[in-house]
């Protein structure tokens, strides 16, 4: 059973930096996937960077250059570098991974394209 584990949150300053990580566990597969997304109260969780079936890196619009996702050769780790954090970016971020479904560009931010998350973890961003 794969099982993902996030770190690496906190709060921190508007215009600040923090970078989140997700350790793959128990991973026997290939992950057709790899994303973040991130959730705060009362709305639906939402896609925020991915690297899809092509191995392309794909980015929510409201990114905006300020954040960037990486990973580890051997796929076992996830990573989120964000920069130029602002208050709206607060929110519980999760990572996931898709593991039936191939797909390549925007249209794989969607959660339900993903079948493994990790717990999530809290970013606060203050004004």
């Known amino acids: 059973q794969v099982q993902l584990a996030e770190s690496g949150g906190g709060s921190v300053q508007a215009g600040g930096s923090l970078s989140l990580s997700c350790s793959v566990s128990?991973?026997?597969?290939?992950?057709?996937?790899r994303g973040w997304f991130r959730q705060v109260p009362g709305r639906e969780r939402e896609g925020v960077a991915l690297?899809?079936?092509?191995?392309?890196?794909v980015y929510a619009s409201f990114v905006k250059e300020r954040f960037y996702i990486s990973e580890d050769g051997a796929k076992k780790t996830l990573h989120l570098q964000m920069k130029s954090l602002l208050p709206e970016d607060t929110a519980v971020y999760y990572c996931?991974?898709?593991?039936?479904?191939?797909?390549?560009?925007?249209?794989?931010?969607?959660?339900?394209?993903?079948?493994?998350w990790g717990q999530g973890i809290q970013v606060t961003v203050s004004a």
């Open positions: 128990a991973y026997t597969g290939s992950a057709k996937l």
């Open positions: 996931a991974i898709g593991q039936n479904t191939t797909c390549g560009g925007p249209y794989c931010l969607r959660p339900r394209l993903y079948n493994v």
């Open positions: 690297i899809d079936s092509f191995q392309r890196k």
